[in-house]
């Protein structure tokens, strides 16, 4: 059974003839009849047994189904009150993401302590509508993406909105920049939590915390605001290499993990599944590395790792560099084909109307900060930086570029 509004009611209609499922509309006089009807009794289900069928966001290819149990989603509520926050029942979750990725995930530690769950009525994210909501409910819980984080943080709905009704902002699902991340906690304050996570590992991996925040910030050389945190409760992390072997703390590698919260497969995809799930544990595709506290930072997808000439370039290296320009408003760096080096850097810029950045300032602000293999070959200036509805860059789309 599906419960849809009326507009996707309609774009959905033509399912109805392929799929056993019935479609509801929340406005509609079926679904105000089933309210006025006493309850059902609980379903009785395994553990094992499927509860959640989440479609990952396919930002380099086709999204695939990640089937997640119900063990997996009661060992990423329980870790959620272990490690992120208590909830009460008077607290609020206002869903400004789309339910079907992290912010629905996140509503289910509201949804079991009986908190309220509010989605905007525009359906869509809106800093105007999160200043408008803050002024109704308290204790209020998000889930956004770095993306939305940085409209919210220099939205002038915000700048003039009370904030002692928000509790927590939980980001992640996306790189999170230090420009960003310093302009956010300018903001919001001690409001902030980060969590590292994959649909496949249902949004618990490993979490930076408030105050690990602000930590952070006190030590320019620790540099804590570029971690993701310490690993979560309940779960297993290691670095590995190509051959799956465990590397030393400081040595970058794939993050690998166990536990719980680890998807059973993909939904009728066993050779994808086969490819990620090995000898218990899940192959995140992400490289990372560990410090000597045990606070894990990310690298890069290994799918966007550029190499050029033989070496190992990770764009979000280069991105970091060049949000330090002042006219740089958005960037996102991918390889291109080379016949000479293999892959050649190319960075897409969002520039500031106000101040659009030289070319040659770029690569000096790169050659002062990175080898000099890293630089950009090619700056391409582009209105915007394609976004799925997720708050991921799609590669896919970046390509179709130039």
């Not at 395994?46 to 966001?57: M, Q």
């Not at 030590?219 to 945190?229: A, E, T």
Request: glycine share 10%; proline share 4%.
């Amino acid at each position: 059974m599906c419960f849809c509004s009326d507009q996707g009611l309609a774009s959905l209609k033509h399912l109805s003839e392929t799929v056993s499922t019935q479609f509801i509309s929340v406005q509609g006089q079926s679904y105000l009849s089933a309210l006025s009807h006493q309850g059902v009794d609980i379903a009785d289900v395994g553990a094992l047994d499927p509860a959640w069928i989440f479609y990952t966001s396919g930002t380099t290819g086709l999204p695939k189904g990640v089937t997640l149990t119900h063990r997996n989603l009661l060992a990423m509520t329980l870790a959620y009150f272990a490690d992120i926050d208590r909830v009460s029942h008077r607290d609020v979750v206002i869903h400004v993401a789309p339910l079907s990725h992290g912010s629905g995930l996140n509503g289910l530690s509201h949804l079991v302590k009986g908190g309220n769950q509010v989605i905007p009525r525009s359906g869509r994210f809106d800093p105007e509508d999160v200043a408008s909501l803050l002024r109704v409910y308290s204790g209020v819980t998000m889930f956004v993406s770095p993306t939305m984080l940085r409209k919210l943080a220099r939205s002038p709905a915000m700048a003039r909105t009370n904030l002692n009704n928000l509790k927590s902002i939980i980001y992640g699902g996306a790189p999170m920049y230090r420009e960003v991340l310093t302009e956010a906690m300018d903001v919001f304050g001690n409001r902030l939590t980060q969590v590292y996570g994959q649909g496949e590992a249902s949004m618990t991996i490993t979490a930076l915390h408030k105050d690990d925040h602000f930590r952070g910030m006190a030590s320019v050389q620790d540099g804590s605001i570029g971690y993701v945190g310490y690993v979560r409760t309940g779960i297993d992390v290691k670095i590995v290499d190509d051959a799956g072997n465990a590397v030393p703390n400081g040595s970058i590698g794939e993050v690998i993990v166990r536990g719980d919260v680890v998807m059973s497969g993909y939904w009728q995809n066993p050779e994808a599944t086969q490819s990620v799930l090995r000898d218990g544990w899940l192959y995140t595709g992400d490289m990372g590395l560990f410090n000597e506290e045990a606070i894990l930072t990310l690298v890069d997808r290994s799918k966007d790792v550029i190499i050029s000439g033989g070496s190992n370039i990770y764009p979000r290296e280069i991105e970091e560099v060049l949000l330090h320009h002042p006219g740089v408003l958005d960037v996102s760096v991918i390889g291109r084909p080379d016949e000479e080096w293999g892959e050649s850097v190319v960075a897409f810029i969002v520039p500031k109307k106000e101040q659009v950045p030289l070319e040659q300032e770029l690569t000096d602000l790169c050659l002062s900060s990175l080898a000099r293999s890293k630089r950009p070959k090619e700056y391409k200036f582009v209105e915007s930086i394609p976004y799925n509805a997720y708050g991921k860059v799609s590669k896919i789309e970046l390509r179709k570029l130039g």
